[in-house]
């Protein structure tokens, strides 16, 4: 019971400190470019434009139907947490209103706010919140569609920000377009928490002569796989470890080194689960 609390009060924080970032998005790069980036932040951009309204409040009003809608469909839980993402961006858009630090270049604005944006929004993902507007209708999506959260975000926010064409200028609609990519790239490359751990298959011969370099030259564990060779059709052993850069590119040199005719594949592995990566190399046991 205690471990859930834990980890509920850890998916809490995440959502808060996602959204904090959000806001920052918004009132440091997205408002003072002019580019209305998606979402519900976006509509209120061009309502600031054309009316002046505060982009905090239209935010919170306009929230309030879509967080109900989100709560049906995604349960309590999320509901929470969103209720919590939904109620902190406005209220940190309205703190930092003034901040002095802010990017009214359109290029650059675009490039580093999308960037924050989609680290708050990917943080705030992994959380299992979300902060609102357009971002619950992402999730709402990526339930119903399978597809990711950045490409369901992608789809909301673009229809965001071709429809503001009609108040800003084209270019800045461009520069728009660009921010909401960025950040729907970034969202992703956040929630799968892309490493530099390679994943190394290895055809080969000599198995035994293999195992003892993984074990021995990097200390990782090694999965075999019997196989035959489609050309020789001979018999062979297909061995796959997961290794960390370095470890990658010293296993490299010992096979070009010690067993050359080996085949070896090397793959970006965006994500790790398990022994010797979230979980401890080895079993308690004093090595």
């Known amino acids: 019971m205690k471990q859930q609390q834990r980890i509920l009060m850890k998916e809490y924080l995440l959502v808060i400190f996602g959204a904090t970032l959000v806001a920052l998005s918004y009132n440091v790069f997205l408002l003072p470019s002019k580019l209305a980036a998606g979402g519900i932040s976006g509509v209120s951009t061009v309502l600031y434009e054309l009316f002046g309204f505060s982009p905090a409040a239209t935010q ?12 049906l469909v995604l349960g309590k839980d ?85 429809s503001s064409i009609f108040v800003f200028s084209f270019e800045l609609t461009l520069f728009a377009l660009m921010a909401i990519y960025i950040s729907s790239k970034t969202i992703d490359f956040v929630q799968l928490r892309t490493s530099a751990s390679k994943l190394i298959v ?51 040199g010992m096979l070009q080194q010690e067993i050359p005719e080996s085949f070896v594949i090397f793959l970006n592995a965006s994500e790790i689960l398990g022994r010797g990566f979230t979980l401890d190399k080895y079993y308690g046991q004093k090595l």
Not at 62 to 71: A, H, L, R, T, V
Not at 100 to 120: A, R
Not at 222 to 243: F, M
């Open 60 to 71: 919170f009003v306009i929230n309030i139907p879509i967080f109900i809608i989100g709560w």
């Open 78 to 162: 999320f509901g929470g947490k969103t209720l919590v993402g939904t109620f902190w961006v406005p209220m940190m858009i309205g703190l930092t209103a003034n901040i002095p630090i802010t990017v009214s270049n359109p290029f650059l604005g675009g490039l580093y706010g999308g960037i924050v944006l989609g680290v708050g929004l990917g943080i705030v993902y992994i959380g299992k919140g979300s902060t609102g507007g357009t971002a619950s209708i992402a999730q709402i999506l990526k339930k119903f569609t399978g597809k990711s959260s950045g490409y369901t975000q992608l789809v909301v926010d673009g229809v965001v920000v071709i």
């Open 202 to 252: 290895i055809i080969t011969e000599d198995e035994q002569k293999v195992t003892e370099l993984i074990r021995s030259g990097i200390d990782r564990g090694l999965t075999k796989i019997r196989s035959v060779g489609g050309y020789s059709n001979q018999d062979k052993t297909l061995i796959l470890c997961v290794a960390e850069q370095q470890e990658a590119v010293k296993l490299k």
